[in-house]
């Protein structure tokens, strides 16, 4: 059981350059989550997904787009990167259905850096 | 202002010390809260939810207060294995979890 998985680890990317974080569970959770960690500002969600096939926005989406690909992966994008963007990236999942709240699992993070 | 509020310390404390955070929030129908711990460079995990009632577990005891709006978190006997940050999350409704800053802790030999 890998839980929460993401790829990659790290990222080096210029502006305007695009890129897809990957994520993916294998506790057959329903619901996944996008969260960006900057120092001094703790996680904001940029987007979260309830079930497949549903994606909402969250506190920061602005340049950052998802797809829920199916119930297991759930993918962020970058389509035109800024140096604004340089954080780290957590992906996360729990069992909730929409409206409920449950425990969280956090993947290790990604590590974004925009020049 | 910030939905939820965490002074960020650090703490520093000696082994076996008491030390307690708290946390505030702006969302009076926030729904559900939790502590999670965030070991340095690591991903945050989840420490205990917080119920209305107050809840213990082992050295940790966590209390809500909905009239004032703020969660508290009581380490008891504080180990070396204690030191990480602290983050305090609220589930201000539909799935919407905000998180605090976090509050760094340092247990000292």
């Known amino acids: 059981n890998a839980g929460v998985t993401q790829t990659p680890k790290f990222q080096v990317l210029k502006t305007g350059q695009s890129m897809t974080l990957q994520c993916a569970q294998d506790?057959?959770?329903?619901?996944m989550y996008w969260y960006r960690q900057d120092p001094g500002m703790g996680l904001r969600l940029i987007y979260y997904s309830a079930s497949e096939g549903t994606t909402d926005k969250g506190e920061v989406p602005n340049g950052y787009n998802v797809s829920r690909l199916n119930k297991r992966e759930f993918s962020l994008r970058l389509e035109s990167a800024a140096p604004s963007q340089t954080s780290v990236y957590f992906c996360?999942?729990?069992?909730?259905?929409?409206?409920?709240?449950?425990?969280?699992?956090f993947g290790p993070g990604t590590r974004l850096t925009v020049l | 202002r910030k939905e939820v509020e965490q002074d960020p310390g650090p703490f520093n404390v000696p082994e076996g010390a008491t030390v307690a955070f708290n946390c505030t929030y702006s969302n009076s129908a926030s729904q559900s809260f939790f502590w999670y711990r965030q070991d340095c460079r690591k991903e945050p995990k989840l420490l205990m939810s917080?119920?209305?009632s107050g809840n213990e577990d082992g050295r940790f005891t966590a209390q809500l207060n909905r009239a004032s709006q703020y969660i508290s978190l009581l380490i008891r006997d504080s180990k070396l294995s204690d030191s990480a940050t602290y983050l305090c999350?609220?589930?201000?409704?539909?799935?919407?979890?905000?998180f605090g800053a976090g509050t760094r802790l340092t247990v000292k030999p």
């Open positions: 999350v609220v589930n201000t409704g539909n799935n919407d979890m905000r």
């Open positions: 996360a999942s729990s069992e909730a259905l929409a409206g409920g709240a449950d425990t969280q699992y």
């Open positions: 917080v119920y209305s």
């Open positions: 506790m057959n959770h329903n619901s």
